[in-house]
């Protein structure tokens, strides 16, 4: 597996036969527009967690200019199929749906999920986090949340071993809070913390995530510089 980290919350993953797109947004401050070309070439699917800006801005027109089905929760995804024209597949928390030989299941959140409109936020069907499997290996991709006692039925059921964690604070979960609930509830083999030195509002540091966990291989992600695990 490859993972090359594209600033704030973005991902691009190669698993199995897919190459996929996590929370593409490609206009973050981090991210490079001179390497967009190789951030998305090959790409076969965009996985969106849900609707905020700062993870769906500017999907709908990746996933029309290089025919990109969308894959999230099924209330925005039938939305922007019949509004936009886009292709999705669109599903729900507890449903897998194979992408190739890679399934992805739909784990719980606890955040929010909006769109933004002429007159304030509008509901965009959820907030949801991801489990890739493929070849008896498995990946948690939390999306924005909290920590919550579902975390623990995610390792009973999936043990992923790989954790892509939000931890930047005050709209998610902080790096302390990360390495709590990546102790409390997983045993991964290594955490890519996400969601953070996007503003100076968030963590700018992992100090706090790899203190939390002695014997994790705790990867701070530098942007388009890929991580092969």
């Known amino acids: 597996m490859k993972f090359t980290w594209l600033g704030h919350s973005g991902f691009r993953i190669e698993i199995g036969d897919q190459i996929l797109l996590v929370d593409p947004w490609l206009s973050n401050p981090l991210f490079d527009p ?8 090959g790409a076969t699917h965009i996985l969106l967690t849900h609707g905020h800006f700062d993870h769906s801005d500017g999907i709908l027109a990746l996933a029309k200019e290089c025919d990109l089905p969308i894959v999230g929760i099924f209330d925005l995804i039938s939305y922007w199929e019949s509004a936009e024209g886009i292709k999705g597949v669109g599903f729900n928390k507890g449903g897998t749906v194979m992408l190739g030989d890679v399934a992805v299941t ?9 769109l933004p409109s002429d007159h304030g936020p509008v509901y965009a069907g959820g907030e949801a986090g991801f ?9 948690y991709i ?16 999936h043990a992923p071993e790989i954790g892509i964690l939000c931890a930047g604070g005050h709209f998610t979960m902080d790096m302390a809070r990360a390495g709590y609930a990546a102790k409390r509830f997983f045993k991964f083999k ?22 939390a966990l002695p014997g994790v291989d705790v990867i701070e992600p530098v942007v388009m510089e890929p991580i092969s695990l």
């Open 34 to 41: 001179e390497k967009r070309a190789e951030a998305i070439a």
């Open 106 to 114: 739909m784990v719980h959140a606890v955040h929010s999920s909006s």
């Open 131 to 139: 489990v890739l499997s493929h070849g008896g290996r498995s990946v």
């Open 142 to 157: 939390s999306g924005d949340t909290d920590l919550h006692m579902d975390m623990e039925l995610i390792q009973a059921l």
């Open 190 to 211: 290594t955490v890519i913390p996400c969601h953070y030195k996007t503003f100076p509002l968030l963590e700018q540091s992992a100090e706090k995530l790899v203190a």
